[in-house]
């Protein structure tokens, strides 16, 4: 795009990298639900807090912010995407989520051996080890209270289990809609509006024969991200051109294939269900668009001849397998210029006891985000237990090692 946008693309980075430094130490690592959780009464109308402040561009949404520094049209769509990382449409999400851009190419990309689910089955070694019980197999058919406390939870077995503290980290609107009283869900759900972030098909294909043109991560995007957007966060409709993000694994050397064959793995965001989406109609037709946009603009003209298994996951199965809302991949959706930064936080303040961590609670959805959210839900019950004493991450993470 000649100087002009690496100049442009230069100035966004170095606002990013502003962006992020400020979320690091107003935003994350500890329970925030709002702007007013973010703040430190004492120290929140110095200069500095208040250059802080202005420098998140309240009332900004990403797509702006990116177009005002960067004119070539193709760069802005790949900087519009880091907002996918969270579900959410860059023309709605607010300006601060800018700050992802310089969080993943600053600190890289980080694979699990094994694929992401080597992360909870190594949680739950660890687990093991140190002594936790692990109930698995069952769902969970209420958060039980006393005296307007959390007290534990009852299985769909008819077992109680009691605890000092109950932590949630199942989606937080369905815990409130189909898990607690009815009095303090209503108290939780009216504070906002929550909409369900995007969801998404996915395509697994095992491939008897790699791609090498491929890298372990590739987007191919769509000719026009703007209608992109407009069909699946406005219309509530699947792309007819989607972009595409496509994942071959065995070029980290994970043995995840045999031979010179790969492990494909195609996603494409969807909208969040709606009552007239019936996916095992619509998957087929859908899977074609897919397949045809990778043979025509991938360089994958002969997929469908080296496909030699094949799976696939749409919002219905998403929605059933790991009770999110309405199919939701990334939690709750980052839209509005202003708040849509915000998710509940992980200390319920409504119910004490009571604690919420996943990529519907603080500080939001991906690998990453939902680790931390963990760690904050964690330190909040140490503090509350403790009497506010917590132990750093420092101290923490020398004990996990």
């Not at 299985?155 to 000092?164: A, H, I, K, N, P």
């Not at 009552?275 to 603009?297: E, S």
Request: proline share 5%; glycine share 10%.
């Amino acid at each position: 795009g000649g100087e002009e946008a690496g100049r442009g693309y230069e100035k966004f980075m170095s606002i990013s990298r502003q962006l992020d430094d400020v979320s690091q130490r107003f935003f994350f690592w500890k329970s925030v639900g709002g702007i007013a959780d973010t703040m430190n009464l004492r120290e929140s109308m110095s200069l500095g807090v208040l250059k802080d402040l202005l420098s998140l561009r309240f009332g900004r949404t990403v797509a702006g912010l990116v177009r005002s520094h960067i004119p070539d049209s193709r760069i802005a769509q790949m900087m519009d995407h880091f907002t996918q990382y969270v579900g959410s449409s860059p023309e709605q999400s607010p300006a601060v989520l800018c700050g992802i851009a310089h969080m993943q190419t600053n600190e890289g990309i980080w694979y699990p051996l094994g694929g992401t689910r080597a992360v909870p089955e190594a949680l739950t070694r660890l687990a093991q080890e140190l002594g936790v019980r692990c109930v698995t197999g069952h769902q969970v058919r209420s958060v039980d209270t006393e005296r307007g406390r959390a007290v534990g939870v009852t299985l769909d077995s008819g077992e109680v289990l009691r605890s000092q503290v109950v932590v949630s980290n199942s989606d937080c609107v369905r815990t409130c809609e189909e898990l607690l009283p009815r009095d303090t869900a209503q108290k939780m759900l009216s504070k906002r509006k929550f909409e369900a972030a995007c969801s998404g098909v996915v395509l697994y294909l095992g491939l008897r024969q790699r791609y090498e043109h491929l890298l372990h991560h590739n987007f191919v995007f769509s000719q026009d991200p703007h209608e992109e957007f407009r069909q699946i966060y406005s219309a509530g409709e699947p792309a007819a051109d989607p972009t595409c993000y496509v994942c071959a694994p065995s070029l980290s050397g994970d043995r995840v294939a045999p031979g010179d064959g790969e492990a494909l793995y195609v996603l494409v965001h969807t909208p969040y269900l709606r009552p007239h989406h019936d996916w095992t109609k619509m998957l087929p037709g859908y899977r074609q668009v897919i397949i045809d946009k990778l043979k025509r603009t991938a360089g994958m003209g002969d997929i469908e001849d080296r496909i030699e298994v094949e799976h696939s996951l749409t919002p219905a199965g998403i929605n059933q397998r790991y009770h999110v809302l309405n199919g939701a991949i990334y939690g709750l959706a980052s839209h509005g210029r202003f708040m849509g930064a915000f998710k509940p936080g992980n200390r319920v303040r409504e119910l004490p006891g009571l604690y919420l961590a996943g990529g519907s609670a603080h500080p939001g959805p991906g690998m990453p985000m939902v680790m931390m959210s963990g760690w904050i839900a964690a330190d909040s019950v140490d503090a509350d237990l403790n009497g506010g004493r917590t132990g750093t991450r420092r101290d923490a993470s020398r004990r996990a090692a």
